[in-house]
């Protein structure tokens, strides 16, 4: 924000061409810890006059039409939703029943004022789920209200700042399923947002900074949030000449979408008219003076194409490179030198079926998409069936219960797509399928997503350094039979004994014991799938080699965990279990009942 020192009557030093008084001033002289709610009343107040003036020149009503003609559109979330003028034209536009539009922003003001306009609740909590917090560094934070949003109608308006962690608002997303399609009409920045933690976190230095943020945000949350075939509709406002804007528009957008699953369909120029009063929000640039110009409104409209295993895991492979170090930080230096050393070993791309190999005269391991795919959808059942057991387990009134169903988590959690995908991956490619969740490489680690990220790396290191075993004992890719199965053994062993010879007794060993029954339980799916091979041992012999290993005591949580997992994958309907068994018991029960599942051939 500018500094103090500047008399009222000095031009504003955001470079808005103001005079300060009618700028900055009342957000800067505001009270101590007032500063954001100054800032987002004086900007609900001045969009009022822009949104008035859109709405009369049917502009609003324009791009309703625009996304309803792209496609079946009936299912919107709309961000930075303001006063409501876009919502109430995409109501004009989406005929109920199955309707369902939502709007959000990170202004409680203009959420209280679209709520009058559409004559919604203008009490409801969710309008006001935000509150901004001074720190001692002079910047305010944003805390979201932990509660759960509890929403009910086919019109909803909820207070989201899209630039700040908000699990109940995600969560809420998860349980409502996909939209049709994600709109952003004009981002505005109120003028205390860059006195916020958002602002210092992006290095933003300028309005324009903030909304290309959001832009990037809305279109991160769009592959998230739209199924495939529907749309993303962003809008933003300039001055000039029409036809060299929207073709620069058009080439900017291309650029954005480069590396995202969307097909641009085109950008549109609706020219229309600014409000004459400097009272306003302004369209302005630091660098020309747009005096004269013809105001236009920019629509890029673009089809979300399916998304392809490789797109779905491309951030999970650039994060893969580290896991085998960080499997085991104790014996990193001895991996990068002992075993790599001089020319050391690569991870590499396939599009090769839903495996893992190594090329060992190439010092190479390969990852194919569809192998990351499945795994990835695997650790996504283990997590959410361990998250789930371990809390029933500790749950005083499940435990005096002789069983723990999970039978009713698995159906909820919709856990039989995961697992029914992850099969299909090692047939053939598929595109990934909607409602199953992306993976999410940059999840926070103590966030669901990042816990299960955090078992999936897991997995995935105990097969990487199982091809790196392949790697560092010269293996011979010309072999006999009964060579290349002895080959697997000594891989299997070279990543076992790496992860866990050095574990010790603690958490660290359960938690890396549970990553590696989760890479077996890979194993065992995709012989279930395929059946057995002739290059490879059985998927009981592995697992027979890799628990000797284990060493854990008889009340292991690890054990608890993979015997939970395990009857879940491959003997859910049995009732024949041990009564009250301790974890070493129901893991010795699991295991001989693999034995009778997956008998060697």
Not at 115 to 128: D, I
Not at 160 to 173: C, H, S, Y
Not at 192 to 212: I, M, P, Y
Not at 545 to 562: K, T
Request: hydrophobic share 45%; glycine share 8%.
């Amino acid at each position: 924000m500018p500094k103090h020192g500047l008399s009222p009557d000095d031009p504003c030093g955001c470079h808005s061409g103001l005079r300060y008084a009618d700028c900055h001033m009342p957000v800067c002289d505001a009270p101590r810890g007032k500063q954001i709610v100054v800032g987002q009343k004086l900007y609900a107040e001045a969009w009022a006059m822009n949104a008035a003036h859109y709405q009369a020149q049917g502009l609003y009503d324009a791009l309703a039409a625009e996304l309803v003609g792209a496609g079946e559109v009936r299912r919107v979330l709309d961000i930075g939703c303001g006063l409501g003028q876009g919502l109430d034209a995409l109501r004009a536009a989406i005929a109920a029943p199955g309707r369902l539009i939502v709007g959000i922003d990170e202004n409680p003001d203009c959420l209280a004022g679209a709520a009058a306009r559409l004559g919604l609740n203008t009490g409801h909590p969710a309008l006001r789920r935000t509150k901004a917090e001074r720190q001692l560094s002079g910047y305010y934070e944003t805390r979201v209200a932990p509660t759960a949003l509890r929403l009910d109608g086919d019109l909803l308006l909820i207070n989201v700042d899209l630039l700040v962690d908000d699990a109940p608002f995600e969560a809420w997303l998860d349980k409502i399923g996909p939209f049709d399609a994600v709109t952003l009409w004009f981002s505005g920045v109120h003028k205390a947002r860059s006195a916020t933690k958002v602002a210092q976190r992006f290095g933003a230095k300028s309005d324009a900074d903030l909304r290309e943020a959001l832009e990037d945000r809305v279109m991160d949350l769009a592959v998230l949030r739209v199924r495939p075939g529907g749309f993303v509709h962003l809008v933003s406002r300039a001055a000039g000449d029409v036809e060299s804007l929207r073709q620069a528009h058009k080439v900017r957008m291309s650029e954005a979408l480069a590396d995202r699953p969307f097909d641009l369909m085109g950008v549109t120029a609706h020219p229309y008219e600014e409000p004459g009063s400097d009272k306003a929000v302004q369209v302005k640039s630091a660098t020309l003076d747009l005096t004269g110009n013809q105001n236009v409104a920019l629509s890029m409209v673009a089809h979300a194409r399916n998304l392809s295993t490789k797109e779905a895991t491309g951030s999970l492979f650039k994060l893969a490179q580290r896991t085998p170090f960080n499997i085991a930080p104790e014996r990193a230096n001895a991996l990068a030198t002992a075993v790599f050393g001089t020319g050391a070993c690569t991870l590499q791309p396939s599009e090769a079926g839903a495996n893992f190999y190594a090329v060992v005269e190439d010092k190479a391991v390969y990852l194919s998409s569809r192998g990351l795919a499945s795994l990835w959808c695997l650790a996504h059942v283990v997590f959410s069936l361990t998250d789930i057991a371990s809390r029933l387990a500790r749950a005083k009134e499940v435990r005096r219960l002789e069983k723990v169903d999970l039978g009713r988590a698995w159906a909820e959690l919709d856990l039989d797509l995961y697992l029914d995908y992850a099969r299909r991956l090692f047939h053939a490619e598929e595109s990934w399928p909607l409602p199953l969740e992306l993976p999410d490489a940059t999840a926070a680690s103590d966030a669901p997503e990042g816990r299960c990220n955090n078992l999936f790396f897991g997995a995935l290191s105990w097969i990487v350094l199982h091809e790196v075993g392949h790697v560092d004992h010269g293996h011979e890719r010309i072999a006999t039979a009964d060579q290349r199965r002895r080959q697997e053994f000594e891989a299997d062993g070279f990543a076992t004994a790496w992860i866990l010879d050095e574990a010790g007794q603690g958490l660290q060993r359960e938690f890396r014991v549970l990553m590696i029954v989760t890479a077996l339980a890979w194993l065992f799916l995709c012989e279930e799938v395929k059946g057995q091979g002739t290059t490879h041992p059985a998927a009981i012999l592995r697992f027979r080699e890799a628990i000797i290993q284990f060493n854990l005591g008889d009340r292991s949580p690890a054990l608890e965990n993979a015997f939970y997992l395990l009857k879940a994958l491959f003997d859910p309907a049995n009732p024949n279990m041990p009564r009250r068994p301790t974890p070493r018991q129901a893991f010795d029960w699991i295991a001989g009942r693999l034995e009778e599942l997956f008998p060697i051939r």
